[in-house]
T-cell receptor, first 116, second 109 residues
Framework: KAGVTQTPRYLIKTRGQQVTLSCSPISGHRSVSWYQQTPGQGLQFLFE???????NKGNFPGRFSGRQFSNSRSEMNVSTLELGDSALYLC???????????????FGPGTRLTVL | QKEVEQNSGPLSVPEGAIASLNCTYS??????FFWYRQYSGKSPELIMSIYSNGDKEDGRFTAQLNKASQYVSLLIRDSQPSDSATYLCAGRGYQKVTFGTGTKLQVIP
């Protein structure tokens, strides 16, 4: 079974631009979560989608948004990029979303975003 | 107080020894816990999940959970240089999965 895929793998943008990242979950998985990873803050939860609905959201500004499609693929968008948005953006897929305890998450390779 | 806390390390152990990685959490509503291994420049890889109090063994790895003490640990037996990585502890609460900042493990040949 193919793993989680993310595109693109690397991005370089300048301040003020916007960016869209894509994630395809493991076949059969219906939940996608997004995380931002930086050396200083570690893995920070952005949002979780299940059945095309955002179920949970982390403490990030409204510039960060996402969506999920009917085939469970997900995109996240960051508008008006700031230098501090430079990070590794990770997508994780799981069978179910929300409160299910038995809900292992599997990560994609990530998208490395650099904002200049 | 961070929701999931880990000692950042580095934790250095000789090859063949047991590495012990520890994690505490503050959310008593957390139901399930996970250990991920992350090599430098790579994404986290799930190595263990644990949901009930007690021990869970998988090969050289043993995860331990004590919900009363809000404590999770990972033991790696017969540590190998290839085990050198950052180990992330995570807990799933009501709203989300929260990760610790990770413990860097160095296995010395």
């Amino acid at each position: 079974k193919a793993g989680v895929t993310q595109t693109p793998r690397y991005l370089i943008k300048t301040r003020g631009q916007q960016v869209t990242l894509s994630c395809s979950p493991i076949s059969g998985h219906r939940s996608v979560s997004w995380y931002q990873q930086t050396p200083g803050q570690g893995l920070q939860f952005l949002f979780e989608y299940f059945s095309e609905t955002q179920r949970n959201k982390g403490n990030f500004p409204g510039r960060f948004s996402g969506r999920q499609f009917s085939n469970s693929r997900s995109e996240m968008n960051v508008s008006t990029l700031e230098l501090g948005d430079s990070a590794l953006y990770l997508c994780a897929s799981s069978l179910w979303g929300g409160q299910s305890s038995y809900n292992e998450q599997f990560f994609g390779p990530g998208t490395r975003l650099t904002v200049l | 107080q961070k929701e999931v806390e880990q000692n950042s390390g580095p934790l250095s152990v000789p090859e063949g020894a047991i590495a012990s990685l520890n994690c505490t959490y503050s959310d008593r509503g957390s139901q399930s816990f996970f250990w991920y291994r992350q090599y430098s420049g790579k994404s986290p890889e799930l190595i263990m999940s644990i949901y009930s109090n007690g021990d869970k063994e998988d090969g050289r790895f043993t995860a331990q959970l004590n919900k009363a003490s809000q404590y999770v640990s990972l033991l790696i037996r017969d540590s190998q240089p290839s085990d050198s990585a950052t180990y992330l502890c995570a807990g799933r609460g009501y709203q989300k999965v929260t990760f610790g900042t990770g413990t860097k493990l160095q296995v010395i040949p």
